[in-house]
């Protein structure tokens, strides 16, 4: 693992594959979406190869228009609030949550998902985040972060975004933020090829590093 090179105040969060494991949910119900929305489906045997892919190649390849997206994410989040029970957060996120908090480290989440879905799924653990931005389209998550700068009054030297994604660490470093690349989410590391995250954590437990 790369250890993050600085402590740093504020830690901000993406929701979906970082702290929920909400993957097999999506798997699950993909298909259902698809012939909805009419693009591809996918096959169980491309899954792997897909979570190689960024967003827009993603897209490309099941044939998703952009002006489809918002309403391709809708339809997530309204099965995905209809069905908050069968989603957890990952083994050791508590903990890691908990640490960060006590350490004084500022806690803060950015997703493109419902808040009523965030706040449902993380149940008593929202109180360790003073700051929660939900809604946050998929490429559209630095103008978030910068709100959540601003708000904070942190410099963005001083803070971190982890996330799975590669949109995620775009984000980041469109907002001149430090990006943490988890090892357990949607993307796998092929997805992350030409990117440079400034941290890599491999284990949850690891999430505590953030804090020096």
Known sequence: MNNPPVRYPLAIFDFDGTLADSFPFFIANFNRIADRHRFSRIREEEIEALRGCGARELMARLGIPFWKLPLIARSFITLMKDNQAAISLFDGVPSALSCLARRDVTLALVSSNSHAN???????????????????????????????????????GQAIYIGDQPTDCEAAHAADMAFGLV??????????????????????????????
């Not at 003073?130 to 998929?138: K, L, M």
Request: hydrophobic share 40%; aromatic share 12%.
């Open 183 to 212: 090892s357990w989410g949607y993307g796998s590391a092929h997805a992350f090829r030409g990117f440079r995250p400034q941290a890599h954590f491999d284990q949850v437990k690891d999430l505590c590093r953030i804090a020096g």
């Open 118 to 156: 965030v706040t449902g799924i993380l149940g008593h653990h929202c109180r360790h985040f003073r700051y929660v931005d939900c809604g946050a389209s998929v490429f559209g998550k630095a103008a978030r972060l910068r709100k959540i700068l601003r708000t904070a009054g942190v410099p963005p």
